[in-house]
């Protein structure tokens, strides 16, 4: 397919909008994608500045700078925090919309269909964002459209479709964390947080060694609850774990719905516990308003209370 | 352009820790302050070997190296004017020790506030300088700008909660300053010098921290005032008092006018708000000191006083406050917040004074500013809202910055009280150290002869900070 010249026609209208970020920085605090790589290049601020740049003349497009554009989860919580009521991630679409169908395009985070797929429509259906279409006997994504959100990576048949740059947030990644964690002598349980619900503040200093207990749970951000596989509910429980915690938007305030199928999954291996004679109570779901650090905790608190008196999986 | 070696580079930090396209050099090239230069690579060192060796080659190559932590300068500290390396400290992340018997921690430079205050919360204790931006400003950045806070009226800022750091010298050596104990008595304190130098003098690569026990007691106290004279007269008694406020902060009227027009927190429309608060580990002593104040501010004239020990109370009563800076970003969609004049400090006596000339000042050159800070510590703040793609108002806002700091001198107040100089408050800060610029260059150039180290900051920056660099704004 051609590709058309690189314009600005959605960009041009945040214009004041990037003046009006002071760059204060605030915005990266609770970016998932910053504080995995911890390059400046990869906060919000950072892309402010590269669109800026570009719209000022002193930086041309790049697919390097639509590699970072693509690259966002939409958990909006930079938006949240922009201490200037920057709309940053609606800045990030309009940017998106620009460089969409250019030379430049790129995938970053977005959701990308192999050639497994059997075109069953799984993904179309429940994508929350209208991102995925059929056409032309293919399955289309677009990339303006998408959120990262991975609803649709869960739900193929044919686990064709991935998210090529995840971030430390798809399945292997995760899986590893909850084996490493649950060999420990005091491992017992993991607890998968949304990026919304849990507030997990910056995180980034390495602590020195400690000769207290080391906790008996891990929390892994996971972005979205609707991200959870079955499977990968069961994978602490498969590594000898003790429990399994959930934790995910209140009803309503998941911008993907993940909360909705975070709770059908639980529901579900609840379900499948009891038939196998195991307590369900070793999985469970939380509801976290955003911004609640406390109500989380104290979620945590009651849950690996239950989970201490269940014991072992084995016993 | 400096010429980078960058297979050299790779050869030390790894592949994976330098950075060199055009967009990465980019985004390097900016702070939270209004200037913008593009660096020529950056680099992300973890460990002080590594450091060594990059300063041993840049020195070498007289190639400038400009350390960062959080970027969250507002003056310009890290913006390479001169291009050549960034050094991207958030690597060296490690707590290394809490000692609580012998009341230090030892930290990296990439250790963000915030973390080592969470991570010494177990133990009862905290590090007080905190300024605002904790949340993501790194010790080593707080070291390199004498970072402080709401409670440096109580607790001090960086300076005096440093006690030994281990330095990189611009040749490569390393060098250890300072100790592990409280006191130390004379010779030059060198750790205390580089305290503030912006990274002009080394790259610190650990700091030996002291903290303080977290009080159990805190109480917050607000009074209204219909006249800034009055505010400013309840600020000179109080620190003149016999009390030891934690913290005492100046809400002026431009500044309650932001946070209404933005927000309905049902804010008084007065002339002024003085926020105080004491703290400590006995109530009865907490008590006193409330007491004192509140009876200082009603001697003069304050009304509406309120004050609170719960949390959730004093959350309410300083939301205003909290929310003063995205409120004055939000106050227009034409004008934007830029970071300039934006600290100074004066003598508690001048401190109404002060915000009243900074008022009539922005009136004069058709800006607007407001006038808010710790002034417990003597600390004003301000920001100038300007619509920052026209040229008039770039030459309004350097007439203004030039007029208040020359006010500033004229009562004996200083050029920044803990956001530093950079490149945009140096030509204020050229003038008031005027007599000891040539000491201050002597001093630069035995740390530092080839003149690597942030070159461009401080007595080196260019009398019109408007042309040092390009503006991070489009100017029509």
């Not at chain 1, 207290?212 to 609707?226: A, Q, T, V």
């Not at chain 2, 650990?206 to 505010?231: H, Q, S, W, Y």
């Not at chain 2, 007065?270 to 400590?280: K, S, T, W």
């Not at chain 2, 607007?368 to 619509?387: F, N, P, V, W």
Request: proline share 5%; with cysteine; hydrophobic share 35%.
């Amino acid at each position: 397919m051609e590709k058309r010249p690189m314009e600005f026609n959605h960009l041009e209208k945040w214009k004041s909008t990037l003046d009006n970020c002071i760059r204060c920085g605030y915005c990266y605090e609770h970016c998932p994608l910053a504080k995995h790589t911890r390059w400046e290049s990869d906060t919000p601020r950072a892309k402010m500045s590269m669109l800026f740049g570009m719209l000022s003349g002193e930086l041309a497009p790049s697919s390097y700078i639509a590699e970072k554009l693509f690259s966002c989860f939409y958990c909006q919580r930079c938006t949240a925090a922009c201490s200037s009521g920057v709309p940053i991630t609606d800045v990030f679409t309009d940017a998106r919309a620009d460089f969409a169908g250019t030379e430049f395009e790129m995938p970053g985070t977005t959701s990308v269909t192999g050639k497994e797929c059997a075109a069953c429509l799984a993904c179309v259906r429940v994508c929350p964002h209208e991102a995925r279409s059929f056409q032309d006997g293919v399955i289309v994504t677009d990339r303006v459209k998408c959120q990262s959100c991975g609803i649709c990576v869960d739900t193929c048949p044919r686990q064709a479709i991935t998210i090529e740059t995840a971030y430390g947030t798809d399945r292997g990644f995760l899986d590893g964390e909850v084996a490493a964690f649950l060999e420990k002598e005091n491992g017992k349980a993991i607890v998968f947080g949304c990026n919304w619900s849990f507030y997990p503040d910056l995180q980034t200093a390495v602590a020195p060694p400690s000769n207290d207990d080391e906790p008996e749970y891990k929390i892994l951000i996971n972005l979205c609850g609707g991200r959870l596989q079955k499977t990968q509910l069961l994978e602490p429980l498969l590594n000898n774990g003790w429990g399994v915690l959930v934790a995910c938007c209140p009803d309503g305030d998941c911008e993907h719905d993940g909360n909705i199928k975070a709770k059908s999954h639980v529901n579900y291996l609840r379900s499948l516990l009891e038939t196998m004679d195991i307590d369900p109570d070793r999985i469970q779901l939380v509801q976290i308003a955003h911004g609640d650090k406390s109500g989380f905790q104290e979620a945590i608190d009651t849950f690996m209370e239950r989970i201490n008196a269940l014991g072992p999986l084995i016993q | 352009m400096a010429n980078i070696d960058l297979p050299r580079l790779k050869e030390i930090v790894g592949e994976e820790n330098v950075k060199s396209d055009p967009a990465d050099l980019y985004v390097y090239g900016s702070d939270s302050s209004v200037h913008h230069a593009s660096t020529d690579a950056v680099v992300r060192p973890k460990n002080t070997e590594q450091v060594q060796q990059i300063m041993r080659w840049a020195n070498e190559h007289r190639v400038p190296v400009i350390s960062r932590g959080g970027g969250s300068a507002m003056c310009g500290q890290t913006v390479p004017v001169q291009g050549g390396i960034t050094l991207d400290m958030k690597r060296m992340n490690r707590i290394l020790e809490i000692n609580p018997p012998d009341v230090y921690c030892r930290v990296e430079p990439g250790v963000v506030d915030d973390d080592l205050n969470s991570a010494l919360k177990p133990f009862g204790v905290f590090y007080p300088p905190t300024p605002a931006s904790s949340r993501i400003a790194t010790i080593g950045g707080e070291i390199g700008n004498n970072a402080s806070g709401v409670r440096s009226v109580k607790y001090g800022a960086t300076r005096d909660s440093v006690l030994g750091m281990k330095v990189v010298l611009a040749n490569g050596d390393l060098v250890t300053l300072g100790t592990r104990t409280r006191v130390e008595a004379t010779g030059y304190q060198l750790h205390k010098l580089i305290v503030g130098s912006e990274g002009t003098l080394g790259v610190v690569v650990e700091a030996t921290l002291g903290f303080v026990p977290i009080p159990k007691f805190r109480c917050l106290g607000m009074a209204n005032f219909d006249r800034l004279e009055d505010a400013g007269g309840a600020i000179a008694s109080i620190m003149a008092g016999g009390v030891s406020p934690s913290m005492l902060e100046l809400m002026d009227n431009v500044a309650i006018k932001a946070v209404n027009k933005t927000m309905d927190l049902g804010i008084p429309d007065v002339a002024a708000i003085l926020l105080y608060e004491a703290d400590g580990m006995g109530k009865e002593a907490v008590d006193h000191e409330i007491n004192l104040m509140k009876t200082l501010c009603e001697q003069h004239n304050g009304t509406g006083i309120k004050s609170s020990y719960d949390p959730k109370e004093r959350t309410k009563i300083f939301m205003g406050r909290k929310k003063l800076f995205p409120a004055l970003s939000k106050f227009s969609d034409t004008l934007s917040s830029t970071s300039l004049a934006d600290d100074m400090a004066v003598p508690y006596s001048k401190m109404a004074e002060t915000a009243a000339k900074i008022h009539e000042v922005a009136k004069r050159n058709n800006i607007i500013m407001t006038a808010y800070g710790h002034c417990g510590s003597g600390c004003m703040h301000t920001k100038i809202l300007m619509d920052p793609t026209r040229q008039d108002q770039w030459d309004s806002a350097r007439k203004a910055v030039d007029e208040i700091y020359e006010y500033v001198r004229s009562v004996h107040g200083t050029t920044s009280a803990e956001h530093g100089i950079g490149i945009s408050k140096a030509s204020a800060f050229q003038h008031e150290k005027a007599n000891s610029l040539t000491l201050m260059a002597n001093v630069k150039r035995a740390f530092d002869p080839n003149n690597i180290l942030n070159p461009g900051k401080l007595m080196q920056a260019p009398e019109n900070w408007v042309t040092a660099t390009d503006l991070r704004y489009m100017i029509d």
